[in-house]
């Protein structure tokens, strides 16, 4: 039995803009013992299902300001929250979470819901793994919105910016979540920067927020690499769905150059919106971005 933490649900009381309840499944086959949190927002019989996946070190609370403007027209919205963070629940040994874990946990999570039709919405951690569902289930994705991520193929070196991002989580175990977002997001209230802090109540629940910067794959061997690699080639050369790129410019680990390198890697990707105030938790802009993509998806 995997030992976790639950956060209370007080934690979540009176969230700015945030007006969705809580969903939760749990029974994810390989994950009997925990609980994952998501929102379900928007017509359960909706003929498309935009799947917001998130990164390190946020959770469904970063796709507020784009869930309105998919339900608004007429969209299921399904964001969930990767295990260790959000409202799931947060395995307490950080050896626990790995690529492998994290990416079944998704598959496992699309498949329980029976998602088709899907565009995926993902950043960074939300690419990184998300970008690596389509191709193992081709007939459920059929539109890809891409802001600010990567692939971890493990055969291009790591950019300074990342190292550099990477250094400095590890040199605090105990990350504030909420004042790095303040300082990523300057117009964040202080009431949204403690939304971000909600998921922890202190530093026993932060294992995956410690863990995400050290699972990116750092060489060809590395875990997650080869199914990296396995799809940029299918994203390249099989994929046959649609897709609209977001950038935050001002990012420095995940932006524009990176993002250039992984629109190629797209069949037929077109040339991407750039969002010259936007850093690299895209979503804090998401307004705009959401409406451009319903725009390509939907003219």
């Known amino acids: 039995m995997t030992e976790f933490l639950r956060t209370p649900d007080a934690r979540f009381e009176a969230l700015p803009d945030f007006p969705f309840p809580p969903h939760y499944l749990d029974a994810l086959p390989g994950f009997d013992s925990l609980r994952m949190h998501y929102v379900d927002a928007g017509p359960p019989d909706a003929a498309t299902t935009f799947l917001c996946v998130h990164g390190e070190p946020t959770w469904a609370f970063l796709f507020r300001r784009m869930i309105p403007v998919f339900t608004a027209a007429g969209h299921r919205v399904v964001a969930p929250d990767m295990f260790g963070f959000g409202r799931s629940d947060k395995p307490v040994d950080d050896a626990w979470y790995t690529f492998e874990r994290h990416r079944d946990s998704l598959l496992a999570f699309v498949d329980a819901l029976d998602l088709r039709?899907?565009?995926?919405?993902?950043?960074?951690?939300?690419?990184?793994?998300?970008?690596?569902?389509?191709?193992?289930?081709?007939?459920?994705?059929?539109?890809?919105?891409?802001?600010?991520?990567?692939?971890?193929?493990?055969?291009?070196?790591?950019?300074?910016?990342?190292?550099?991002?990477?250094?400095?989580?590890?040199?605090?175990?105990?990350?504030e979540v909420g004042k790095l977002l303040g300082r990523a997001c300057r117009h964040l209230s202080p009431g949204e920067q403690a939304a971000y802090d909600a998921p922890f109540p202190d530093g026993r629940y932060k294992a995956g927020v410690r863990r995400f910067p050290e699972l990116v794959p750092d060489g060809p061997d590395a875990p997650g690499a080869a199914v990296s690699r396995q799809a940029r080639d299918w994203l390249s050369n099989s994929w046959q769905g649609e897709s609209f790129f977001a950038v935050g410019m001002t990012d420095p680990v995940l932006g524009a150059p990176v993002m250039a390198a992984l629109r190629a890697m797209v069949r037929g990707a077109p040339l991407p919106l750039e969002m010259p105030e936007a850093g690299h938790f895209v979503q804090e802009w998401g307004e705009p971005v959401a409406r451009a993509a319903l725009a390509r998806f939907f003219p």
């Open 117 to 175: 039709d899907v565009c995926l919405v993902c950043q960074d951690w939300g690419g990184l793994l998300g970008l690596t569902l389509p191709m193992a289930r081709p007939e459920r994705f059929t539109r890809l919105l891409v802001m600010n991520t990567t692939l971890g193929t493990g055969d291009v070196p790591l950019t300074e910016g990342f190292l550099a991002w990477r250094a400095w989580t590890a040199a605090r175990p105990d990350m």
